[in-house]
């Protein structure tokens, strides 16, 4: 159960420090790239993934007593994607806010999100139980160690799109299995389980927006 809950903050750091050391490498012309996700270039997709470091930060102030309702990536994220979730109800306003963000901070400033302020976050993280109960809007109260899992998530998937974008490794064979494992999990098992083995044609994929 403990090698659970610190295997997300390791691999966290080896993706922020990925996403920085990338970053600082592009010329003008590859933040301004399209990407596979529509409307969003380098830049913007920069600005998405860097938001997070921030939302750690405020999550400082958002610890509460008690244990947590829910203490699983994978309840996370099916909360949000449910229909009328809010990958689905906040879709627009997510990615409105990924481009007036990555309007406003140059890349320097991108880069900085993961180089320093992921820095300072990972640090906090290492001093603070994943069983620490967060007090959060919609899911009432979460585990820090959930939340990390999405983040992990979250750099792994769109680390593909950059690499899909730009070029550059792919992120590393651990990182993938733990996204993989959390997505396979986000799924009914029982509808997962028989469309991977092709005893239904029902639609199961995919499990996040």
Not at 4 to 27: K, N, Q, V
Not at 185 to 192: C, G, K, L, Y
Not at 194 to 207: I, K, N, Q, W
Request: cysteine-free; glycine content about 10%; charged content about 25%.
């Amino acid at each position: 159960m403990e090698r659970r809950y610190e295997e997300p903050r390791r691999l966290l750091t080896g993706l922020w420090a990925s996403w920085a050391e990338r970053g600082a490498a592009f010329d003008e012309e590859r933040w301004g790239r399209a990407t596979r996700l529509d409307g969003w270039t380098v830049r913007e997709l920069y600005a998405h993934v860097a938001a997070s470091p921030e939302l750690f930060a405020r999550l400082r102030d958002a610890v509460v007593d008690g244990p947590a309702a829910v203490d699983r990536g994978s309840a996370v994220l099916r909360s949000y994607n449910r229909p009328g979730g809010v990958a689905h109800t906040a879709a627009g306003l997510i990615a409105d806010g990924a481009r007036e963000s990555a309007a406003a901070l140059g890349p320097r400033a991108l880069v900085a999100r993961f180089a320093e302020d992921g820095a300072r976050v990972l640090e906090w993280l290492g001093e603070v139980p994943p069983q620490t109960a967060i007090g959060h809007p919609l899911l009432g109260t979460v585990t820090l160690g959930a939340l990390t899992e999405v983040a992990v998530m979250e750099a792994t998937v769109h680390l593909l799109d950059l690499t899909a974008a730009v070029g550059g490794p792919p992120p590393t064979a651990e990182a993938l299995e733990a996204t993989r494992l959390l997505l396979a999990e986000v799924a009914d098992p029982v509808e997962f389980i028989e469309a991977a083995a092709g005893r239904t044609r029902d639609p199961v994929l995919p499990v996040i927006r």
